[in-house]
């Protein structure tokens, strides 16, 4: 009966928005989704070369794709994870509030990270 009571008490409040809290930088759950969302925009463009090179090594092939295509597929990997990594989204969270948290909808007048 106890547990019923908690339930039926807590059912009905609501929880607050939750904000993540890095070293320096606090943002709101949802902010903090937009800049990934933009981050792995931006890693796309950089990496856009290396995304070619495997996609020309790909297309034609099935089963070989495994080990014809291993060095290229790498080279993509590691440009992305470069251009995603835990430090680029701390960085880029520092510059987008120093920014005054301009809207991530309006990608141009966010600054260059």
Same mark, same amino acid.
């Given at each position: ?37 933009? !981050? /792995?925009? $931006?890693?796309?463009? *950089?990496? =856009? ?9 790909? +297309? ?31 960085? !880029? /969270?520092? $510059?987008?509030?120093? *920014?005054? =948290? ?9 600054? +260059?990270?």
């Amino acid at each position: 009966r106890r547990r019923r009571r908690r339930r039926a008490r807590t059912a009905g409040r609501r929880t607050p928005t939750r904000t993540r809290t890095m070293s320096t930088v606090t943002v709101l759950k949802k902010e903090e989704e937009a800049i990934i969302t933009l !981050m /792995k925009e $931006r890693a796309l463009v *950089a990496c =856009k070369d290396a995304q070619r090179e495997y996609y020309e090594c790909v +297309k034609g092939r099935t089963l070989s794709i495994a080990w014809a295509c291993r060095e290229r597929a790498a080279a993509m990997s590691t440009c992305l994870h470069a251009h995603t990594s835990d430090e680029v989204l701390e960085d !880029m /969270k520092a $510059r987008w509030v120093k *920014a005054g =948290k301009p809207s991530i909808a309006d990608r141009g007048n966010i600054p +260059k990270f």
